[in-house]
């Protein structure tokens, strides 16, 4: 059996950040070409969301765990930062899966971060704006640590850039 991109870009609906489960490499905007050549060779480019991400080996390894159910003849992953992800290649899904997962959304921006990005950020427990920015270091790089003063809730906010 043939396959073809768009077989591949829904399996890989099914690997999932490992840091958050409800979202997969493809909302999360990390997986940045698909390529499948005439012998069922699977190419797979990932743009990790940082270049210290600790998730980069475990999400390579699931890709092919996951893709090895398609009779790929073999599957190839390869790490490229030529086009560098950015917070914007999250997809509407991906930030609806955020939201659920209990995060603050990344600003939507122009190419230019500022910290007014980090800063009135919506809680994702009650809506509010009335936050406050406690750390812009969270448990990963990508994330920053918020406190809501309506319903006194910390939460984290997937961090724009």
Known sequence: MKLDENTVREKLREVMDPEIPKLSVI??????GVYV????IVSIT?????????????MKNDIKEKLSSLKAKEVKVNVNY??????????????????ESGFALPGKHNGLVQIELLQNVECPFCGSKNTELKSTFGPTQCRAIHY?????????QFKPV
Do not use: H
């Not at 050549?37 to 069922?40: A, F």
């Open 27 to 32: 909302d999360l905007g990390v997986i940045t």
């Open 46 to 58: 990932m743009t990790p969301t940082f270049a210290g991400c600790p998730a980069v080996e475990y």
């Open 148 to 156: 809501c003063k309506n319903c006194l809730q910390s939460f984290e």
């Open 37 to 40: 050549d005439d012998e069922n």
């Open 82 to 99: 030529d086009v560098q992800w950015n917070s914007n290649m999250i997809t509407d899904r991906g930030r609806e899966m955020l939201k």
